[in-house]
T-cell receptor
Framework: DAKTTQPNSMESNEEEPVHLPCNHS???????IHWYRQLPSQGPEYVIH???SNVNNRMASLAIAEDRKSSTLILHRATLRDAAVYYC????????????FGKGTRLHILP | DSGVTQTPKHLITATGQRVTLRCSPR?????VYWYQQSLDQGLQFLIH???????AKGNILERFSAQQFPDLHSELNLSSLELGDSALYFC??????????????FGEGSRLTVL
């Protein structure tokens, strides 16, 4: 299974942008990069995904490196509600029966 | 509300017992995934079903089993329970297993405590 590496934890100030990094040096050409987040006492929720190009949605932006070996989830203006564990995962378009999550990054937002 | 329903929300039982966790996926979703999350641990993939068929197994113990029924709901059976089985068990559903479109929708989890 392709693996991702994320920092265990990060801190950011409220109302500032947050850049959450993810390394996936063994990514294959058919792997999609997905991000989920898990708020306290809740199940994970989908945030965003992409293949090669940068992606934007109402929740966040995903910046994908040109060689695709790393990506960054960008929260443009963090709020206290964004404090959560953020998971970066790879999903193979050709063989996607297992969806493996790591331990993710615990994001702390400082008021 | 993700549309995925898990029951029971909380369950306390004793070692050696057997429990069944139930998951009702979102209407129309064919894929069901089960995950285990122990204290301060990430999500451990257990098993994936698609339209009634087992598609993949993760590090699921032999004491655990699952199935997906014709109405697409799924059950995770945990037997001969041990203290270490205490965890949150999440179910997620997806309309497909396609990586480019198959967003996962998670339930709120079933918290199992084994005493």
């Amino acid at each position: 299974d392709a693996k991702t590496t994320q920092p265990n934890s990060m801190e950011s100030n409220e109302e500032e942008p947050v850049h959450l990094p993810c390394n996936h040096s063994t990514i294959s050409g058919t792997d999609y990069i997905h991000w989920y987040r898990q708020l306290p006492s809740q199940g994970p929720e989908y945030v965003i995904h992409g293949l090669t190009s940068n992606v934007n949605n109402r929740m966040a932006s995903l910046a994908i490196a040109e060689d695709r070996k790393s990506s960054t989830l960008i929260l443009h203006r963090a709020t206290l509600r964004d404090a959560a564990v953020y998971y970066c995962i790879l999903r193979d378009a050709n063989r996607d029966d297992k969806i493996i999550f790591g331990k993710g990054t615990r994001l702390h937002i400082l008021p | 509300d993700s549309g995925v329903t898990q029951t029971p929300k909380h369950l306390i039982t004793a070692t050696g017992q057997r429990v069944t966790l139930r998951c009702s996926p979102r209407s129309g979703d064919l894929s069901v995934y089960w995950y285990q999350q122990s204290l301060d641990q990430g999500l451990q993939f257990l098993i994936h079903y698609y339209n009634g068929e087992e598609r993949a197994k993760g590090n699921i113990l032999e004491r655990f089993s699952a199935q997906q029924f014709p109405d697409l709901h799924s059950e995770l059976n945990l037997s001969s329970l041990e203290l270490g089985d205490s965890a949150l068990y999440f179910c997620a559903s997806s309309v497909s297993s396609a990586a480019n479109t198959g967003e996962l929708f998670f339930g709120e989890g079933s918290r199992l405590t084994v005493l």
